[in-house]
């Protein structure tokens, strides 16, 4: 039975009517990234103090502080961003405690007591930690998944819902059909941002296609095993009910009964800040029995992991779900008929998921307007390395490695030039640096050899010796593989052996034709895509690099001389 | 089995609910910093899973420890972008500063080493995190002050015990 009372209670345009209605009393808002990157620099007692020189200015009715998530340019961090109505934003890099307290007392009380019409000037002394705006870090950037991250509180619904969340819900369950949804996502071009590439749509299709017997799941797969990338951290953490809503939408559409959250135990804040918004959730009734007075019937619970980058695999992550070592099988049968607890499940990544509510509200045009012929929308890249402007960024699908590297990096700070790009982490490779115009996008990047990945783009600078990179990602792999196939398990250890012995300067071209003969039997023969992809840095480098290779070989020194 | 052991409170509270073995035993390092052999086994009771299974798991995991670890926990990061930065020598001035390897507690059971995968503040390269505390930017020779920051915090620490 459907209680219209309640109903009226968490309906959800009244509580984001109110929650804007006291957002608007506000003359100025201080958002205060908090996310793990500037916690880690010190965000918490910056917000602290912030918050005590407000209070002892007693000007709390007219301010409000936000601990926010990420808002990108994470090397600067803490960052603060100080809107003032009538003003100009501004944000404030590298905050220390004496300029917190200054950024109060200096800016915001002066600017507070200007009459209407009246701008601020900004003391000079203030200046100096001011990040322009019109950076091309900002400028360049087209914020789809992240447009509220570093803008609002994660950790409250009623603000999500004042951005417009949980819109797309209600238009889905009270005016689209399953069948609908599916279509939309399909005809959005979404596909799957954990670095597969495989359609949306269609994985939804597969998995709606399946009758539900007694339960369907669906899977958020937030183990971004990565080393050196944190986009779906950074989402959980800064947006968390747009993750939650994209899965309800997701369950709707395929028929799911239940939704499972596989989070890395690496990543504390993230899981945090997701049951926080669960519980939010249940509160206002977005989650349980007859949402939004349907009959849409939905619960999600989290799972840990715990620290194994195979995991990341789809049948390994349901295992690891099920209590149990994360070891892959072979597929078919694809998770989608056969899965977590041998139950029909759909998984799909946290990125990807964020998109959903977005591509709903929106429309699928509106999103397929971003990208290029066959990668649509945008796509979040954890930008580091040896890189001016390291962070968090989100491009258009099509922007080209120049553009992200050269304009939104800043360049390769210290006078060094530019060597490579790697993307995919370790199942990914490099691109050298007389390839910068290439296009962000899935089918571009497999054809230079590396891949999409989930988003992690590592600047390479000329001082880096590539056949230790590989080394060092090689290392990674085979210290993570399951050892459950034997082409990963020993094949992995003896291309590590062949590589090590090479970099110690004690490899023979004998050793090197192994290596390639190894990694292309590993890249055929492995059971998942850990031991497929391991050998890529490997291969990607020898392609683009292989002088590097011989210059090590005992029985190649003069001809490497010869070259140079 | 001790009915008031963590082990078998742990059980109590996860064994109704599905694929919980992980969610058990990361409750059980949460309080004791590693999973005690008595608290596996009261758990393998509790939860009616064989303790072959448990440590079929246990072991599986990086993030479980076996061991009690020292009081600090020194987790280096070892991702790509500490790795370009230059972690490993970072690394290499814990080892010699504390004289054990990666994985070791010192026989005081002050510190235990660690190197681990991407803390995420890739942005701050290189990293290292003590007790949660992160440390960035680092250079070899900021080993010896966070050493003895810690090594004073935990004796402070020890006298108001």
Known sequence: MVDTDLDKRFDIHEIAKNKLNELERFQCSIYCCHSTGCKSSGSDDIIDLIKKAIVDHGIEDKVRVVATGCMGLCAQGPLIRVEIKGQKDVLYKRIEPLIARLVVTEHVVPALNLKEGEIFELPNFLQEHVLSLELPFFTKQEKVVLKDAGHMDPEDITEYMAHGGYLALEKVLKTMTPAQVVEEIKKSGLRGRGGGGFSTGMKWEFAAKVPTVDEKFIICNGDEGDPGAYMDRSILEGDPHSVIEGMMIAAYAIGATEGWFYVRAEYPLAVERLEKAIKACKKNRLLGNNIMGTDFCFNVDIRLGAGAFVCGEETALIHSIEGARGTPRPRPPYPTNKGLWGKPSCVNNVETLGNIPKIILKGADWFASFGTETSKGTKVFALTGQVEHSGLIEVPMGTTIDEIVNEIGGGVPNGKKLKAVQTGGPSGGVIPADKMDLPVCYEELKKVGSIMGSGGMIVIDDTQDMAALANFYLDFTVDESCGKCAPCRIGGKQMLLLLEKINKGKGTKQDLADLKRIATAMQKASLCGLGQTAPNPVLSTLKFFESEYLDKLVDNKPASKEEK | ?161
């Open chain 2, 1 to 161: 089995m001790d009915q008031n052991s963590l082990g078998a409170q742990v059980a109590a509270k996860w064994r109704k609910k599905r694929g919980s073995l992980i969610m058990a035993l990361h409750e059980i390092q949460g309080v004791k910093g590693f999973v005690p052999w008595q608290d596996a086994m009261d758990l393998a009771e509790g939860m009616g899973i064989p303790l072959a299974r448990i440590y079929e798991v246990l072991t599986f995991y990086n993030f479980f420890k076996l061991d009690a670890p020292g009081k600090a926990v020194i987790s280096v990061c070892t991702g790509t972008a500490c790795y370009l930065k230059g972690n490993d020598k970072v690394l290499e001035e814990f080892k010699k500063e504390l004289g054990i390897g990666e994985g070791e507690s010192t026989p005081d059971k002050m510190f235990h080493l660690q190197s681990v995968r991407c803390v995420g503040c890739c942005g701050l390269a290189p990293v290292c995190v003590v007790n949660g505390k992160t440390y960035g930017r680092l250079t070899p020779t900021d080993v010896r002050g966070i050493l003895e920051e810690w090594r004073k915090k935990l004796s402070e620490d020890e006298e108001l015990a």
